[in-house]
């Protein structure tokens, strides 16, 4: 069958907005409110600061506007994939923090334990599961290089399992898999829009004030508060936490230091007994493979595969747009891929496709700063890892806020922004030319002198 066909009737909505469960926004801001702390944004790094700011202090008055409706965005149309990983990998995090790895990797574990916590403490029905994810080479260069990740990840206290081609195969069936590498507990699989709705339930539950429909159209410094403006009213805080994430911060000078890529992502039907059989996968684990232009694939509660990556697309300008969130050229390409890796389901069809815009950095993990004398914290640039991340993010928004210094404002992480995006033309033309790069390395297994140099610069990208 042509992959194509499979396609003829997918809903170009994310398959996860599309419940009949979605809760009732809340009323926009009509007049002027004040406030001990304001948390612009309504994703998982605002719901995040404002439910752990009330845990902290129960009689602290917390305010949170979102331009939309909470978890409409990212949080709302992500895989689903919560990592403990706070570094984009291990990769990742060794080139840009060696002497901190270990303990990134210990705050990592335990944040995502106390997201799991978090999730039973308010009964949040997101159907997670802590299956794990298997990293997995489809080329023979990559596999060579995945073995030698359980060494490394045990030096810095965590544990992965090696599996080769057979291995791999009994645990999810496709020719295509050379090898793997299992990270058993590191992961876990929810349902992303109930996990943000779980938050955002959890957050009124405990008394924040949530405004939806409710965008930051300006802000600034008045004495010793911050006003934030909105369409119909304002807010005046002692204290501001910014998680715009991908849209453009109320902040100019931010602004710089992330750009938004659009993401894609397919959800097929229902898979019957057996064509669940023929795959194995009774582990239900999450994957990707080790290319620079991956995918990311998992099984939903009800035993659908999403299947979503490979192309990573950047508009000029970095223009977010409704438009953006379909690119029927991109669906094609990820259809032909999953039918090359999953033969044995020929004739699948395909219910859902969407994509969706997430937050870069130039060194693809979360990073911080404040403005307005320690009135205003921000966090961005989780680069697909927000699910995790964000909770920590809020975590170190809210000490920075505090003035407090902890274990986590004094890592080097949080303390140093990465270098920002180079203006136009010239980001277009670079990010362009690495792209060509990164698909070229996929090929050959060799990183090319632009990609090279990118290394050299502390800018290199191979996840």
């Known amino acids: 069958m042509d992959p194509v066909r499979s396609l003829q009737d997918a809903n170009p909505t994310p398959f996860w907005l599309d419940d ?27 719901l995040w600061t404002a439910l752990l700011a009330k845990e902290r202090d129960p009689s602290l008055d917390v305010v949170l506007i979102e331009g939309r409706e909470s978890g409409w965005a990212a949080s709302g149309r992500n895989g689903g994939f919560c990592a403990a990983s706070l570094t984009h990998g291990l990769g990742n995090g060794l080139r840009r923090w060696p002497g901190e790895l270990a303990q990134l990797e210990r705050l990592g574990r335990e944040n995502l334990q106390s997201i799991e916590d978090t999730v039973r403490r308010y009964d949040i029905d997101c159907d ?27 030096r810095y206290g965590s544990e992965l399992i090696a599996l080769d081609a057979e291995a791999v195969r009994a645990e999810i069936n496709s020719p295509t898999f050379l090898g793997a590498v299992w990270d058993q507990d590191g992961v876990a699989m929810a349902n992303p829009a109930r996990l943000a709705w779980g938050l955002k339930q959890a957050c009124l539950d405990t008394g924040v004030r949530l405004f939806e429909h409710t965008a930051a159209t300006d802000i600034a410094e008045d004495g010793a508060q911050v006003v934030v403006r909105t369409p119909y009213g304002s807010v005046r805080a002692r204290r501001v936490a910014l998680a715009t994430n991908a849209f453009p911060s109320p902040l100019r000078r ?43 694939v998992r099984l939903s509660a009800d035993n659908r595969i999403l299947w979503g990556g ?23 390409i990820l ?63 809210l000490d920075l806020l505090a003035g407090e210094q902890t274990e986590r404002t004094a890592l080097e992480m949080v303390r140093r922004k990465p270098m920002p995006w180079p203006p136009e033309p010239i980001r ?22 632009w990609l090279q140099t990118l290394d050299r610069l502390g800018l290199g990208f191979d996840s």
């Open 428 to 449: 277009s033309a670079g990010i362009s030319l690495t792209k060509w790069s990164l698909a070229r390395a996929d090929r050959t297994g060799r990183r090319n002198l």
């Open 310 to 332: 490979y192309e990573a697309v950047y508009h000029y300008r970095g223009r977010v747009r409704a438009e953006h969130d379909q690119r029927p050229e991109v669906f094609r």
């Open 20 to 46: 009949p469960g979605r809760p009732q926004t809340t009323s926009a801001l009509v007049s002027g409110t004040c406030c001990d702390l304001l948390v612009v944004g309504g994703g998982y790094s605002g």
């Open 128 to 154: 997670w599961e802590r299956t794990g994810e298997l990293h997995v080479a489809t080329e023979p260069h990559q596999v060579d290089e995945l073995h030698e990740l359980p060494e490394l990840a045990a």
């Open 335 to 397: 259809a032909e891929h999953f039918f090359q890796t999953f033969p044995q389901l020929e004739g699948l069809r395909f219910t859902h496709a969407w994509g969706g815009a997430i937050d870069t950095c130039v060194r693809f993990s979360v990073f911080f700063d404040t403005a307005y004398h320690g009135k205003v914290a921000y966090a961005a640039g989780y680069t697909g890892l927000g699910v995790g991340a964000s909770r920590f993010g809020a975590q170190v928004m």
């Open 254 to 296: 931010h602004r710089p230091y992330t750009i938004p890529v659009y993401d894609y992502a397919l959800m097929t039907e229902p898979l019957a007994d057996d064509q669940l059989a023929s795959l194995g996968w009774r582990n239900r684990q999450g994957f990707s493979d080790s290319g620079n232009q991956f995918h990311y």
